[in-house]
């Protein structure tokens, strides 16, 4: 189990494929040539997770002119991502990642602490941009949701 996150700029980002909403193989490969905005969350549906896959919705398009594609990732089952892409109105990639092999790949899979104590291991919020040649660009290791959105966008123009 991964206690932190050692994936570091200029890192190949660790290959996987997971299935989205619709329960389709969706791998990190079918998207070489392109950046990939990957996002960790912990649970469809709570507010810190809801403000975030909302904003990203909201920056989508703008992205998509950037060559750049947004993957969420949660242990959620593909029916759950389902249900919160209806209430929310979300047109975001969302991948069901239920044994948290992915998670824990990218260090996102962490013993979480709860008033200073430690509770139970859980995906922490976590976002790694990845360039076109599949290397790590960038990593946010302790997201707070708000806000956060915005930080990518600027770090993905200034990198382009």
């Not at 700029?9 to 969706?26: I, R, V, Y």
């Not at 960790?40 to 594609?69: H, Q």
């Not at 969302?94 to 602490?113: C, I, N, R």
Request: charged share 30%.
């Amino acid at each position: 189990m991964s206690e932190t996150n050692n994936l570091k700029t200029g890192d190949k980002a660790p290959g996987f494929c997971l299935p989205d909403q619709d329960d389709k193989e969706t791998c990190l490969a079918d998207y070489k040539g392109k950046w990939v905005v990957l996002y960790f969350y912990p649970k469809d549906n709570t507010p810190g997770c809801t403000v975030e896959a909302i904003d990203f919705t909201a920056v989508k398009k703008d992205l998509e002119t950037k060559n750049t594609a947004i993957l969420g990732v949660s242990r959620d089952s593909v029916k759950s991502h389902q249900n919160f892409i209806a209430k929310q109105e979300l047109t975001i990639t969302l991948l069901s990642d239920q044994d948290h092999k992915v998670s824990e790949a990218y260090g996102a899979w962490q013993l979480k602490k709860m008033n200073g104590k430690e509770s139970s291991y859980g995906i922490v919020r976590s976002t790694f941009l990845i360039d076109p040649e599949g290397k790590i660009a960038f990593a946010w290791p302790d997201v707070n949701a708000k806000g956060h959105v915005e930080k990518v966008v600027q770090k993905i123009e200034e990198l382009q």
